[in-house]
């Protein structure tokens, strides 16, 4: 029997509350690693919205600012351990070739917030956090590859696809947790 819930939060506060929904299709080269993002599709929640074109680069904005982050950043480290990399100033942006070759936003005008600025919501930040629709994809990629790897070679033991893939996912993870060391076995 299908359960439903509804989670109202406390409107009294004054606090933004956002909410957005985003969706990622994604190719992965198990050879090399390398991720193409196909398509990502956005419905983000802006209040009233004050000015849709600048709230829509903002939502895309945050989102690759997102994408770089979760699958871009790569932690390099100094002598010392410290981590170099740790800032807006110090990580890998990504590039016209990383960014969704199909991106489509939509901007929900949920009507009225008595509490808002106009009855506006904050779309600077919070997108950045449906980047992760990227990262799932890659995941749901990979475990295809792995189930596809452990079929094709039959001296693999057992059939567990579970896997914990690491964030970022950058080239060499997604090389990595595809199980590509069982491909160059027979390549080589």
Sequence with gaps: MPVSSLYLPDDSTGEY?????????????VLTGETTILRTDIIYDCGKSLNPAVDLGQIEGAFVQGLGFFMLEELL??????????????????TVDTIPRQF???????GQHKNRVLSSKSSGEPPLLLAASVHCAVRAAVKEARKHILTWNSNQEGTDTYFELPVPATMSVVKEFCGLDVVEKYLG
């Design 17 to 29: 509350i956002n909410y957005g929904v985003g969706a990622s299709e994604v190719e992965i080269n």
């Design 77 to 94: 480290m100094n002598s010392d351990g410290l981590v170099v990399t740790d800032s807006t100033w110090t990580y890998k942006i990504p």
């Design 104 to 110: 489509n936003v939509e901007i929900l005008n949920s």
